[in-house]
């Protein structure tokens, strides 16, 4: 399969994710390296979840303290209370 890359930095990048995957999904190679070649794919889209989690860590903790809502208390309980134990 050639490669359509023109610089080393291009290389894994998320605008070659799309145009690199559709191929090797229609070729006959077996479903082990098909599954191999999108993990290599998509290896960078957990640092983008990482931003986004990053940003919004902060908003939930001060949501968390600002905004006091009935429903968030019961979830609270529910979530901190102990489980017993078998």
Same mark, same amino acid.
């Given at each position: &399969? ?5 610089? %080393? ?23 082990? @390296?098909? %599954? ?12 983008? $979840? &990482? @931003?986004? %989690? ?12 600002? @905004? ?6 019961? %979830?609270?309980? $529910?979530? $901190? ?6």
């Amino acid at each position: &399969m050639p490669s359509r890359r023109n610089s %080393i930095a291009d290389s894994g990048s998320d605008p070659n994710r799309e145009e690199d995957a559709a191929p090797i999904w229609r070729s006959k190679l077996p479903m082990k @390296v098909k %599954i191999e070649a999108t993990f290599h794919l998509t290896a960078c889209i957990g640092y983008m $979840l &990482m @931003v986004a %989690i990053s940003v919004m860590l902060p908003l939930s903790l001060y949501f968390r303290t600002q @905004v006091h809502w009935p429903m968030m208390t019961l %979830i609270e309980r $529910l979530a $901190l209370s102990e489980q017993p134990r078998r």
